[in-house]
DNA sequence: TAAAGCGGTTTATAATATAAACCAAATATT
DNA sequence: AATATTTGGTTTATATTATAAACCGCTTTA
């Protein structure tokens, strides 16, 4: 059986690179939302996904507001694409 | 985003899972070899899917020797039948 | 200018996964 | 026939992880 990726096998980490995968770039407050996680975790979460290689975090300003960007990196989007791989044997798809 | 069964979402556990949807009845040193897993994180994680409903455990005997036996449970087909659909939100598949 | 909100980060805690140590019974060895 | 080894596990200790709580600086509003 092959292995799953731990960095992407994580609820909260998987639902933020599925995001990723399908829009260019999502903000913070964004990942937030839709993920329905608290600041906090995503925040640890994000790092994560980032001292892996898997995405990128730039910080910016809209105005006078902050603004934390991410993006899937091209690595990010291998290691996706290999963990759904691994899944589907364990899933019989 | 839907919930991951944290039951399931746990490598060896679904991997043990996944063998029991597909093969009816296995025993402990089948599923100990299949997985390649240590026999003490295996017992730990039937105990928790036998506490869970999702398995059966039967101890026996074949000759004079034990046969540790699982069983997914109509419970746990379920269960895994939910947690395959979750992922796929998160996967697009 | 004080208070409340926004956008986060850091730190503490609880839960989890995993391996190491252990155990009893059976089998093989001297 | 005693002793060592293997088999089939369980229990316990440890390391990792996920998560929330507490915190922080900057803005906006009262």
Redesign the pocket.
Known sequence: MKELD?IL?????LAVMSILMSVDEA???YLKEKTE????????????LSAAGYIT?T?GFV??????ACQVTEQGRKAFEEYVEALKSYLNL
């Open positions: 731990p096998h994580s609820q909260l980490r903000d913070f407050v996680s608290t600041a906090g975790n995503l925040s640890v979460q994000l790092d994560k975090v910080k105005g006078k507001k902050t603004r934390t």
